[in-house]
């Protein structure tokens, strides 16, 4: 058998790894192929691209495979997952750094609804033999990781803490089609964003509908509770295959968003690249927000405004019960009277600054604060007006 170099980022490599930890051959269609090429096409001119990094890639997308292969054999064992409906989900959607998270899990609080946790988000298939009488396995290897990657960067928690059984944005879901933005966050791949921009997104996001039903079909819901910050960039194809999404927006001062995204970007870079241009990386950042800015607003034109509420940053740390509040009065939905116990409860445990005030400043990637303000003028006279007319 033909060795693998432990960092080799080759398609054939890949795929042959993928196929060889499952037995596995059905990768449940070929969507995938292109965007993994570009992708990787990206990678080979990374001159910065560490040992680190490349075996950080090859970690990701392999395990992407190895989820389309499981999720494909479980749908040849359950044809049934197919037909699972996804009624009304409910999405938090804003640029990076502008609460989702706080609000995402305040949301998850509600009985009723239920938010995907990080263990599931990693590994959505079901066990084709789970044992009834002991924990998921798969729980103790995502906090496994997550203990390891604490003990790697343990300032991380500042910024963004996790755990596996607890609710996580839905960009895992999307590295399972090898299109998730996170892509970004760990290297430059110009050619990868620029495909994915003049994507349509509907194959990816059907795929995406695919794996919530697989998850709804193990542990059911009225509703679900989803996160990610990357829908903003693709809000027609969100509401395409989601057309009856109820969609809350957070936004933030662009200031602190660009010097926040900056920072935690930053962090990954220096430890999986050999050099970093911190001010090449504050003009490529500010782009990409940017581009979600006017993407998400361009599409809200085109779309009735009942389906969508705006929060402000500001308003939800002042007040986040009364946040939750105007969102459920706006879409009519039905409050569960513990629901708000369980909010106070979860704020408790959850302090703001517990592990520690996540530090940046907007001059360590070359910009400041008239220039965020200039570019982001249309922003502050659409977006944060829109916040403002929702009268949270």
């Not at 009304?88 to 989702?100: H, N, Q, Y």
Request: charged share 30%; net charge positive; with cysteine.
């Amino acid at each position: 058998m033909r060795r693998v170099a432990p960092g080799a980022l080759t398609e054939e490599s890949l795929c042959r790894s993928a196929r060889r930890r499952t037995r596995l051959d059905d990768f449940g269609g070929e969507e995938f192929r292109l965007p993994l090429r570009l992708l990787l096409a990206d990678l080979a001119e990374d001159e910065n691209l560490g040992v680190v990094g490349r075996l950080a890639f090859r970690q990701v997308i392999v395990h992407g495979l190895v989820n389309r292969l499981r999720i494909a054999e479980s749908l040849r064992r359950h044809p049934e997952i197919a037909t699972v409906p996804v009624r009304a989900p409910l999405f938090v959607v804003g640029m990076p750094r502008t609460g989702t998270t706080l609000l995402h899990n305040l949301l998850a609080q509600d009985p009723t609804g239920r938010g995907p946790l990080l263990w599931e988000l990693e590994t959505p298939w079901p066990l084709p033999d789970p044992r009834r009488d002991r924990p998921d396995p798969r729980i103790r290897r995502t906090q496994r990781r997550i203990d390891r990657l604490s003990r790697f960067s343990p300032e991380g928690a500042t910024i963004h803490e996790f755990h596996a059984e607890e609710p996580e944005e839905c960009h895992y879901l999307f590295r399972n089609a090898m299109v998730t933005q996170t892509f970004l966050a760990l290297a430059d791949v110009p050619g990868f964003c620029r495909w994915k921009l003049s994507h349509d997104m509907l194959a990816e996001y059907r795929y995406y509908l695919l794996q919530l039903r697989m998850l709804l079909w193990q542990r059911p819901a009225t509703h679900l509770v989803l996160k990610f910050p990357g829908h903003a960039w693709h809000v027609d194809a969100l509401l395409a295959i989601f057309p009856d999404a109820r969609v809350v927006f957070t936004h933030r001062e662009p200031v602190e968003v660009v010097g926040s995204f900056c920072s935690m970007v930053a962090r990954v870079r220096l430890a999986v690249s050999r050099d970093v241009d911190m001010h090449a990386l504050g003009r490529l950042l500010a782009d990409e927000i940017e581009t979600g800015m006017r993407r998400m607003l361009a599409a809200r034109e085109r779309v009735d405004p009942s389906r969508f509420f705006d929060v402000r940053y500001a308003d939800l740390v002042r007040d986040p019960g009364a946040t939750v509040g105007e969102i459920y009065r706006h879409f009519g939905m039905p409050r569960a009277a513990e629901m708000g116990e369980a909010m106070e409860r979860w704020l408790a445990e959850h302090r703001q600054h517990r592990h520690g005030k996540h530090v940046y400043r907007l001059s360590d990637y070359g910009l400041d604060e008239e220039y965020v303000r200039e570019r982001f003028a249309f922003y502050y006279e659409q977006g944060f007006a829109m916040a403002a007319a929702s009268g949270v």
